[in-house]
């Protein structure tokens, strides 16, 4: 019998992990699935690959699927979002004279601390004509919004005191050696390459800007995911899956292994391992630090596609690039996410599944139990660093109230 | 009309130039894909820019795009999709184009048809160029297997490759994977320096 096929793709990055894994260890197959995968190199072509059908399904930056479901830059075109990939697992990563001119020191520090001496810095550079230049991957991606949301928190205002420019991720470390840039936003092993390589050390990672802030997830048209729900269930399933095998401490030298192939990351394994063990390294031949929520995958049913997430990130959009709000904008942004989809594949599983499909963003300050259909649901503190929450039933007061 | 060429392969990018200029779209800028990308395409202000879907500077283009409006400049995007054939073909060969809003569609697809046939003749090249590297690479191979032959079993030139063939025939296989076998065995076993 021929199984039921999706083509995937992906960028070479750590959270690339789940359906990489869904397919090296079979967990695909036992859902009666294929997959295969697709690497590209920029986000723009991950998406159209996916827009016109040379993919079935895409490892995306959350805020690119909502862009393109709003025809931002682009004709829209409806999009779902069934499943996240993983929440946070990126790093901001200062070139060695930046470290040392805002004096980083050996672990991660405190972001309000290094706020503080940026923000000298940055007025200094901004001053003489020549202002810090920060790489991110894709002006539609988390890393985008996490950095300016840092900045702006902390009295820089990007685009005025300093510029924020795109850079691929795997070309990332190589920009901060060539001192294109003076900083990087981008997803593991790139934060880790440019350590190792001595470019670069590694400032904050953006779980210290917004604990359980969402990053990569599985991305699809529409349409497609409606012509092939069945098929849409067992893939979630199946991903579901390999999260809880790559959580697993028992497994993660294997999952690292096969990371690093030349055929998805082509990166040190050394590096890989540590993004999947949330360990660290952020100077030059240092310990690697252990900071737990790093990189976000499973516990906490952190792959369910919150409402409230995209509507965060619709409102980053918003105040980022000049336009302005709109309730329906907002709807359809919350539309792409699709927790009917998530909740059908895993009903009868034994995964927790939330009973609501919106939450107030970063409002928890210690973990409390949730309310769930199934299972039992702890979520767990979800702080954004400045100590803000966000509700997504009312983005103009949120957008009013921020700097 | 000015169309920017943004190819890594500077082979490629002549390729679609020519098929262009024939077609009397005589101007053209091809960008230096080394040099700074959004600087170039500034300078040039094209009406249409061809890249190629697999190059490292797209998201950075978007981005410049997406720039110039917010600078009240004119809305560059993805070929329009009211014309998905041609836009699904374009990225089937390899091609990605953005072009200036308000140009009008039926000016769009002829470039983009021409575009994607030179895309396609590119790779033919490719092809060809790569089967002549692999035939090159096997005659070499097949020479080294039949000197071992000569010099091992004491045979001619033609009875070397006689028995080489006819290995390949029974065991079903390509003579040149024949000889590269012979010619590994040979290194591993052999009294070869």
Redesign the interface.
């Known amino acids: 019998m021929s199984l039921d096929t999706f083509r995937i793709g992906f960028l070479p990055l750590v959270d690339a992990a789940l359906p990489i894994l869904a397919h090296e260890l079979g967990f695909a197959e036992a859902e009666g699935i294929a997959i295969e995968l697709v690497r590209?190199?920029?986000?723009?072509?991950v998406r159209?690959?996916l827009l016109?059908?040379?993919t079935d399904a895409a490892h995306l930056v959350a805020p690119l699927a909502i862009s393109t479901a709003l025809g931002?830059?682009?004709?829209a075109?409806p999009m779902a979002v069934p499943f996240v990939l993983g929440l946070n697992g990126n790093a901001l990563t200062f070139s060695t004279a930046l470290g040392e001119a805002v004096g980083l020191g050996e672990t991660l520090g405190d972001p309000v601390a290094i706020g503080v001496a940026l923000k000298a810095v940055a007025e200094r550079r901004r001053d003489a004509g020549k202002p810090l230049r920060f790489g991110v991957?894709?002006?539609h991606s988390s890393h985008n919004y996490m950095l300016r949301y840092w900045l702006a928190g902390v009295g820089i205002r990007p685009d005025t005191d300093v510029a924020i420019?795109?850079?691929?991720p795997?070309?990332a470390a190589d920009a901060l050696a060539a001192g294109e840039v003076d900083g990087i936003c981008v997803g593991e092993p790139w934060n880790s390459i440019a350590v190792d390589r001595g470019v670069g050390r590694i400032a904050l990672a953006t779980a210290q800007i917004w604990r359980r802030g969402v990053e990569k997830v599985l991305a699809m048209r529409a349409d497609r995911a409606e012509e092939r729900r069945d098929g849409v269930l067992r893939l979630i399933r199946a991903l579901h899956a390999a999260a809880a095998h790559f959580v697993d401490p028992e497994t993660v030298e294997q999952s690292a292994a096969i990371l690093s192939r030349p055929h998805y990351l082509n990166a040190p394994v050394d590096a890989i391992l540590r993004a999947i063990t949330d360990r660290i390294r952020v100077v030059p031949g240092g310990e690697p630090v252990h900071y737990p929520d790093f990189m976000f995958q499973y516990r906490e049913a952190a792959n369910f596609p919150w409402r409230s997430q995209a509507a965060w990130l619709y409102a980053q959009m918003v105040r980022w690039?000049?336009l302005p709000f709109s309730p329906e904008d907002a709807a359809t942004a919350q539309d792409v996410f699709r927790p009917d989809l998530y909740r059908a594949a895993l009903a009868g599983s034994g995964a927790p599944l939330p009973g609501a499909s919106s939450k107030l963003e970063g409002a928890l300050v210690e973990p409390i139990g949730a309310g769930s259909t199934q299972g039992r649901l702890v979520l767990g503190s979800d702080p954004f660093f400045d100590g803000r929450a966000f509700d997504p039933d009312d983005i103009p007061g949120y957008l009013a109230g921020l700097p | 009309m000015r169309i920017a060429i943004i190819d890594t392969s500077s082979t490629r990018a002549a390729i679609i130039s020519d098929g262009l200029r024939e077609a009397g779209l005589t101007d053209l800028v091809v960008i230096d894909p080394t040099g700074p990308l959004a600087a170039q395409v500034e300078r040039a202000a094209p009406e249409v820019v061809l890249i190629n879907l697999e190059n490292p500077s797209r998201d950075v283009l978007e981005d410049f795009f997406a720039m110039s409006r917010a600078l009240d400049r004119p809305i560059a995007m993805f070929v329009d999709q009211s014309e998905p054939e041609s836009t699904m073909a374009a990225v089937d060969a390899g091609v990605s184009a953005y072009v200036v809003d308000g140009l009008a569609k039926q000016r769009i697809k002829p470039i983009l048809d021409l575009a994607v046939r030179r895309f396609q003749a590119f790779s033919r090249l490719q092809t060809e160029l790569a089967e002549a590297k692999t035939a090159l690479a096997d005659r070499q191979v097949i020479d080294r297997a039949k000197a071992i032959l000569m010099r091992r079993r004491g045979l001619d030139e033609p009875a070397a490759y006689a028995l080489l063939r006819s290995h390949a025939m029974t065991s079903n296989r390509r003579i040149a994977d024949v000889a590269e076998a012979i010619v590994t065995s040979e290194q591993l076993m052999g009294d070869l320096p």
């Open positions: 590209d190199v920029t986000w723009a072509a159209d690959r016109y059908g040379h931002r830059d682009r004709p075109v991957v894709h002006r420019i795109v850079t691929s795997p070309f690039e000049g």
